[in-house]
């Protein structure tokens, strides 16, 4: 039996660190925390000291019975959770449900995992910071106040199901106040003036003119007098210039860099860079600091000069701008600077570059450019031409990396030829082109990080699940906004002449970026009326300050609790009683054909569309909004042309066909089939015709590619890309196949392999009672009946498992058969009577 039980957090961080240590050591994970706080109560003693009511939860009792075991065996047990507040909770947790001797325990903690940095720790344990400890109990306990109590008055006063949390509810106010300012925003057209001349030598370059004109006369007016000028060069300026690196990254600059230039998600990016760390590739990623260590900085220096020359290398120093910056010691980088590439998983491989890039061109040397402006002037007009460029004279740190930016306005110099001042310009031609302001850009996950960083709100280990929340409780979603054509008018000089054509651009088209729901919408309507304090992003960001004072330990956090729940509580109770119902409500008008009142609101599925009101002695009619339509934006023409569908087209193969909407978006119905209309396609548009190449389309994709055991293989494209379908199975075809030509082989082959796997995964099968235990993803295991599925933890082993046990885990996850009040009132009658 070892001597030393070393006890983190995650089975990878495990298997890394038990290479650097020897056979005296055994290092166990605790599969993350080990206890929170209840799941179907509040957990807090409100009334009292704001005490948590920690209980180890069901999956965690087998991990928390090994590791007492071990650590009663053990002469010293090493606490080695991570360095920051949560990791010291996980650590203190562990103290108390282990039961460890204070005398037989250390903590000890490293933002490296790499053989030295773990022996270092080793040589300088410490105990538990129970400062740290309570800044993180005071968040816990903080958010779950906030959530338990907001919620209910969600589900009676807007709609069932809701929640609201502090980080959460403010994020999704920043992104309906973006939207609202994008609704209301009147662009604005003015004339943009653009040039091109050529120099003595015939070598063309660009130029403008440093303002706008207002109208399409003005600007033409300026055109004509350029119609019979000489230009020059005016004035020629050259400038030489540099550009410093930016700092190595924090988590929130790294989720930023890797939204850009590698499109990941926030969430994937944490994923990602988590588990370079526990393979002990990076430091600790979640940090606000921008600080190398000095063996970090040395280390950049010797690869720098080895592999780029000694002038490229720059060493320095970077100050941070985070107030209370406290998670880790250490900007995230490699752990080492002479690996410049990892043969891993590609996109974990794609982040590690990215890390690598940042961090060694952090200390780099400035790169040099030379800046070139030049100035023409026309003989007929006093107005001046401008032309930029620049000319990179040194790489410096560009030679490996150049930060992104989110500025999707911004235009690249180049480089110009070679002028003299006074040099006669031959002109091209001139354009005045209508430009309108631009309305306010909506939220990427990116830039919605470096808002909330920005204000103070949340920390390095919030802004992943915050944003991932938001979107899975359907607040905000990806936009899909299409956008609309507008026209514009371009007057252009040429040979001395002015012409003018109308060109077409396509306005508000934001794919991908945050847009918020109607029920994000009317959430933070409601949330800001009632409750404004919450939502203020002044009082988050204190909230956020006051958790730093605690784990510097300058103030008592239930002190805090206290303060912040005598104000709250009675806001709650009196909202809950006197607030009025909140659904969107909007009144658009009044039906012709009725007279009735035409509304849009909030319904019990979803945003619609009602025709009358419910204090009427006739029925309200109803539709749903399609997918793409907004309460706040709908038209009234929009609404009505809802009350048109569904729309029957006619017949075709002897089956009825209609065109409507549903959850998912327009489409077309034939018998019992159903396809999906075009993006774009307005369902009121379609005519049979229409119907009938769609139809016919699904019908050929759907039609058989080949037969294997008798049994129809199909193919097709979904969500996750190409697929076959045989026997109900659905299986990907990956890039090794040739899609539009698959071969039966090919066909046999995927249908057979995926078979295989589908027998690999199997544990158990219990075939009489439907029952299997079947292998899922990141190590853990499924038991599955019909539809019902449960996953268990990575903690459990389900090896020796019994027939008896899976069906006592299904019994606990099948729903309880409820009884109405009704039949309960009947029951008790019956019961009276006898």
């Given at each position: 039996?070892?001597?030393?039980?070393?006890?983190?957090?995650?089975?990878?961080?495990?298997?890394?660190?038990?290479?650097?240590?020897?056979?005296?050591?055994?290092?166990?994970?605790?599969?993350?925390?080990?206890?929170?706080?209840?799941?179907?109560?509040?957990?807090?003693?409100?009334?009292?000291?704001?005490?948590?009511?920690?209980?180890?939860?069901?999956?965690?009792?087998?991990?928390?019975?090994?590791?007492?075991?071990?650590?009663?065996?053990?002469?010293?047990?090493?606490?080695?959770?991570?360095?920051?507040?949560?990791?010291?909770?996980?650590?203190?947790?562990?103290?108390?449900?282990?039961?460890?001797?204070?005398?037989?325990?250390?903590?000890?903690?490293?933002?490296?995992?790499?053989?030295?940095?773990?022996?270092?720790?080793?040589?300088?344990?410490?105990?538990?910071?129970?400062?740290?400890?309570?800044?993180?109990?005071?968040?816990?306990?903080?958010?779950?106040?906030?959530?338990?109590?907001?919620?209910?008055?969600?589900?009676?006063?807007?709609?069932?199901?809701?929640?609201?949390?502090?980080?959460?509810?403010?994020?999704?106010?920043?992104?309906?106040?973006?939207?609202?300012?994008?609704?209301?925003?009147?662009?604005?057209?003015?004339?943009?003036?653009?040039?091109?001349?050529?120099?003595?030598?015939?070598?063309?370059?660009?130029?403008?003119?440093?303002?706008?004109?207002?109208?399409?006369?003005?600007?033409?007016?300026?055109?004509?007098?350029?119609?019979?000028?000489?230009?020059?060069?005016?004035?020629?300026?050259?400038?030489?210039?540099?550009?410093?690196?930016?700092?190595?990254?924090?988590?929130?600059?790294?989720?930023?860099?890797?939204s850009r230039k590698l499109y990941f998600s926030v969430s994937k990016t944490m994923t990602l860079a988590q588990r370079?760390?526990?393979?002990?590739?990076?430091?600790?990623?979640?940090?606000?600091?921008?600080?190398?260590?000095?063996?970090?900085?040395?280390?950049?220096?010797?690869?720098?000069?080895?592999?780029?020359?000694?002038?490229?290398?720059?060493?320095?120093?970077?100050?941070?701008?985070?107030?209370?910056?406290?998670?880790?010691?250490?900007?995230?980088?490699?752990?080492?600077?002479?690996?410049?590439?990892?043969?891993?998983?590609?996109?974990?491989?794609?982040?590690?570059?990215?890390?690598?890039?940042?961090?060694?061109?952090?200390?780099?040397?400035?790169?040099?450019?030379?800046?070139?402006?030049?100035?023409?002037?026309?003989?007929?007009?006093?107005?001046?031409?401008?032309?930029?460029?620049?000319?990179?004279?040194?790489?410096?740190?560009?030679?490996?990396?150049?930060?992104?930016?989110?500025?999707?306005?911004?235009?690249?110099?180049?480089?110009?030829?070679?002028?003299?001042?006074?040099?006669?310009?031959?002109?091209?031609?001139?354009?005045?082109?209508?430009?309108?302001?631009?309305?306010?850009?909506r939220y990427t996950e990116a830039s919605l990080v470096k808002q909330l960083e920005e204000l103070g709100i949340g920390?390095?280990?919030?802004?992943?699940?915050?944003?991932?929340?938001?979107?899975?409780?359907?607040?905000?979603?990806?936009?899909?906004?299409?956008?609309?054509?507008?026209?514009?008018?371009?007057?252009?000089?040429?040979?001395?002449?002015?012409?003018?054509?109308?060109?077409?651009?396509?306005?508000?088209?934001?794919?991908?970026?945050?847009?918020?729901?109607?029920?994000?919408?009317?959430?933070?309507?409601?949330?800001?009326?009632?409750?404004?304090?919450?939502?203020?992003?002044?009082?988050?960001?204190?909230?956020?300050?006051?958790?730093?004072?605690?784990?510097?330990?300058?103030?008592?956090?239930?002190?805090?609790?206290?303060?912040?729940?005598?104000?709250?509580?009675?806001?709650?109770?009196?909202?809950?009683?006197?607030?009025?119902?909140?659904?969107?409500?909007?009144?658009?008008?009044?039906?012709?054909?009725?007279?009735?009142?035409?509304?849009?609101?909030?319904?019990?599925?979803?945003?619609?569309?009602?025709?009358?009101?419910?204090?009427?002695?006739?029925?309200?009619?109803?539709?749903?909004?399609?997918?793409?339509?907004?309460?706040?934006?709908?038209?009234?023409?929009?609404?009505?042309?809802?009350?048109?569908?569904?729309?029957?087209?006619?017949?075709?193969?002897?089956?009825?066909?209609?065109?409507?909407?549903?959850?998912?978006?327009?489409?077309?119905?034939?018998?019992?089939?159903?396809?999906?209309?075009?993006?774009?396609?307005?369902?009121?548009?379609?005519?049979?015709?229409?119907?009938?190449?769609?139809?016919?389309?699904?019908?050929?994709?759907?039609?058989?590619?080949?037969?294997?055991?008798?049994?129809?293989?199909?193919?097709?494209?979904?969500?996750?890309?190409?697929?076959?379908?045989?026997?109900?199975?659905?299986?990907?075809?990956?890039?090794?196949?040739?899609?539009?030509?698959?071969?039966?082989?090919?066909?046999?082959?995927?249908?057979?392999?995926?078979?295989?796997?589908?027998?690999?995964?199997?544990?158990?099968?219990?075939?009489?009672?439907?029952?299997?235990?079947?292998?899922?993803?990141?190590?853990?295991?499924?038991?599955?009946?019909?539809?019902?599925?449960?996953?268990?933890?990575?903690?459990?082993?389900?090896?020796?498992?019994?027939?008896?046990?899976?069906?006592?885990?299904?019994?606990?996850?099948?729903?309880?058969?409820?009884?109405?009040?009704?039949?309960?009132?009947?029951?008790?009658?019956?019961?009276?009577?006898?």
């Open positions: 039996m070892a001597k030393n039980l070393v006890i983190v957090e995650s089975p990878a961080k495990a298997k890394t660190i038990e290479k650097f240590l020897g056979k005296d050591f055994k290092v166990e994970s605790s599969f993350g925390h080990i206890a929170d706080l209840p799941s179907k109560e509040l957990g807090v003693d409100v009334d009292g000291d704001f005490k948590p009511k920690y209980e180890v939860s069901k999956d965690k009792k087998a991990v928390v019975k090994k590791l007492k075991d071990l650590a009663q065996k053990a002469e010293m047990v090493w606490l080695a959770s991570d360095e920051d507040r949560e990791g010291e909770a996980i650590a203190w947790h562990l103290a108390e449900s282990l039961n460890l001797d204070k005398n037989k325990t250390k903590r000890i903690v490293f933002h490296e995992i790499t053989k030295s940095a773990i022996q270092k720790a080793i040589e300088n344990p410490r105990g538990i910071d129970y400062d740290l400890v309570d800044a993180q109990q005071a968040r816990r306990v903080l958010d779950r106040i906030v959530g338990y109590e907001l919620s209910p008055v969600l589900w009676r006063k807007v709609k069932g199901g809701l929640s609201a949390g502090r980080v959460q509810s403010v994020s999704v106010r920043l992104i309906v106040e973006r939207e609202r300012e994008i609704q209301n925003f009147k662009p604005e057209a003015s004339y943009r003036i653009d040039a091109e001349f050529s120099n003595e030598a015939g070598q063309a370059f660009k130029a403008k003119l440093p303002k706008n004109f207002s109208t399409k006369e003005e600007a033409q007016a300026f055109l004509e007098k350029n119609a019979t000028a000489q230009f020059k060069v005016a004035e020629l300026e050259k400038k030489p210039a540099k550009k410093s690196p930016a700092a190595p990254f924090t988590t929130s600059t790294l989720q930023q860099e890797a370079l760390y526990e393979a002990g590739l990076i430091t600790y990623m979640r940090t606000d600091s921008v600080n190398l260590s000095d063996d970090a900085r040395k280390g950049a220096q010797a690869e720098i000069e080895s592999a780029y020359g000694s002038k490229f290398s720059k060493p320095r120093n970077y100050k941070g701008k985070t107030k209370g910056a406290q998670e880790a010691h250490e900007a995230i980088r490699p752990t080492d600077f002479s690996v410049h590439s990892v043969d891993i998983d590609r996109d974990q491989a794609r982040l590690y570059d990215l890390i690598w890039k940042r961090a060694i061109a952090s200390q780099m040397s400035d790169a040099k450019l030379e800046r070139t402006t030049v100035k023409i002037s026309a003989s007929t007009h006093n107005d001046i031409f401008t032309a930029n460029g620049e000319v990179i004279t040194f790489e410096g740190f560009l030679k490996v990396y150049l930060e992104g930016t989110d500025d999707e306005d911004s235009e690249q110099e180049g480089m110009l030829p070679a002028m003299k001042t006074n040099e006669a310009l031959l002109n091209n031609y001139i354009t005045a082109t209508e430009r309108y302001t631009r309305a306010p850009y920390r390095p280990s919030t802004y992943a699940p915050t944003i991932s929340t938001i979107q899975n409780r359907n607040y905000v979603e990806k936009g899909t906004v299409e956008g609309v054509e507008r026209n514009y008018s371009q007057l252009t000089l040429k040979n001395g002449q002015v012409k003018e054509k109308v060109l077409t651009e396509k306005v508000g088209s934001d794919k991908g970026k945050l847009v918020p729901t109607d029920i994000g919408m009317i959430v933070t309507d409601f949330l800001v009326n009632h409750f404004e304090h919450i939502l203020d992003y002044n009082f988050t960001a204190k909230v956020e300050e006051d958790f730093d004072d605690i784990a510097e330990g300058k103030v008592d956090w239930t002190k805090m609790m206290k303060d912040f729940y005598k104000d709250f509580h009675p806001t709650v109770e009196d909202v809950q009683e006197n607030a009025e119902r909140e659904s969107g409500e909007r009144v658009l008008g009044t039906d012709p054909k009725t007279g009735r009142q035409v509304s849009v609101r909030l319904g019990k599925f979803g945003p619609m569309v009602q025709i009358g009101t419910a204090e009427e002695e006739e029925k309200p009619q109803f539709a749903s909004l399609s997918p793409d339509q907004q309460l706040n934006t709908i038209t009234f023409e929009e609404a009505m042309d809802l009350f048109k569908l569904p729309k029957q087209l006619g017949t075709y193969q002897g089956k009825g066909v209609e065109v409507n909407n549903g959850r998912f978006g327009p489409y077309v119905k034939h018998g019992d089939s159903f396809v999906s209309l075009p993006a774009g396609v307005d369902p009121l548009s379609v005519e049979l015709d229409d119907a009938i190449v769609l139809i016919k389309e699904k019908q050929k994709a759907d039609a058989p590619i080949y037969t294997y055991q008798g049994l129809p293989v199909q193919k097709g494209k979904g969500r996750f890309g190409p697929f076959i379908k045989w026997n109900n199975m659905f299986i990907n075809v990956n890039k090794k196949y040739d899609w539009d030509n698959l071969s039966d082989s090919d066909i046999v082959e995927l249908i057979e392999d995926k078979i295989q796997k589908e027998k690999d995964k199997l544990i158990h099968h219990w075939e009489e009672e439907g029952i299997r235990v079947e292998k899922a993803r990141w190590g853990r295991h499924n038991v599955i009946q019909g539809k019902t599925k449960i996953e268990l933890p990575k903690t459990v082993d389900v090896s020796d498992m019994t027939l008896e046990e899976a069906k006592a885990l299904i019994a606990e996850k099948a729903p309880k058969k409820k009884t109405t009040k009704k039949k309960a009132t009947k029951k008790k009658a019956a019961s009276k009577k006898k």
